[in-house]
Every structure is written in structure tokens, then in C-alpha cells.
Nanobody, 122 residues
Framework: VQVAESGGGLVQAGGSLRLSCAASGRTFSSYAMGWFRQAPGAVRLLVAAITCSGGNTIYADSVKGRFTISRDNGKNTVYLAMYLLKPEDTAVYFC????????????????WGQGTQVTVSS
């Protein structure tokens, strides 16, 4: 399984970015996908996750109303649209594919990408 993120970069506070994540090696539509982030010196935390069909999503409280997760099963890709970015959103963003099916509740032993840096300047 390969998972690869793209779309990070430097943006000013209040700006927007869209991250993309392509996964291959398994039937993409059979697994939940998630975005996580890790700031320097901090633990990796869930940002958003989406079920197999895209019908259900969950978000961290800190990003609700600003970030949107979506997926295109025809393109084996999941997206994270980020709006009204804040300096505290600065982190390495990781994409993960669940090993456990369609639930957004279990990313234990997930397949991970290498991460993409998002930096928000004040």
C-alpha cells in the first residue's frame, strides 16, 4: 500500500489550502481515510476522517467549520480543504488509510503517508 500527500505550503493567516492524498495497493473505496497533523514537539492528532462512501465525516473541534474532508473514489484520492487558516494550524499533515474497513473510529496500524508541511504565517 502506498499513501502520498501533496498540496502543503506556506500561507498567510486567513488564507486557504487544499491537500490531496492518493492511495494505491488496495480497493480505495473499502477503507476509511483520515487526515492527522503533528506540530513540533506535539503528538499526532486526528484532524478529520471520512467513511468509505464519504457519507459520514468527523472533525477535530479546532477545525470544525473551517476544514472540509472529501474523497473521490474514482480517483483513489482524499482531500482536505482548509479555510481561514490560523498560525496554530501549522504542522506536518499526514494522510492515513484505515486497515479496519469503513469506520472513522479506528486508525490503529493505519497505512501512513510521509506527510506534507503546512505553515501559516501571522
Amino acid at each position: 500500500v502506498q499513501v502520498a500527500e501533496s498540496g502543503g505550503g506556506l500561507v498567510q493567516a486567513g488564507g486557504s489550502l487544499r491537500l490531496s492524498c492518493a492511495a494505491s495497493g488496495r480497493t480505495f473505496s473499502s477503507y476509511a481515510m483520515g487526515w492527522f497533523r503533528q506540530a513540533p514537539g506535539a503528538v499526532r492528532l486526528l484532524v478529520a476522517a471520512i467513511t468509505c462512501s464519504g457519507g459520514n465525516t468527523i472533525y477535530a473541534d479546532s477545525v470544525k467549520g473551517r476544514f472540509t474532508i472529501s474523497r473521490d473514489n474514482g480517483k483513489n484520492t482524499v482531500y482536505l480543504a482548509m479555510y481561514l487558516l490560523k498560525p496554530e494550524d501549522t504542522a506536518v499533515y499526514f494522510c492515513a488509510q484505515s486497515r479496519a474497513g469503513c469506520s472513522t473510529e479506528n486508525f490503529r496500524n493505519a497505512y501512513w503517508g510521509q506527510g506534507t508541511q503546512v505553515t501559516v504565517s501571522s
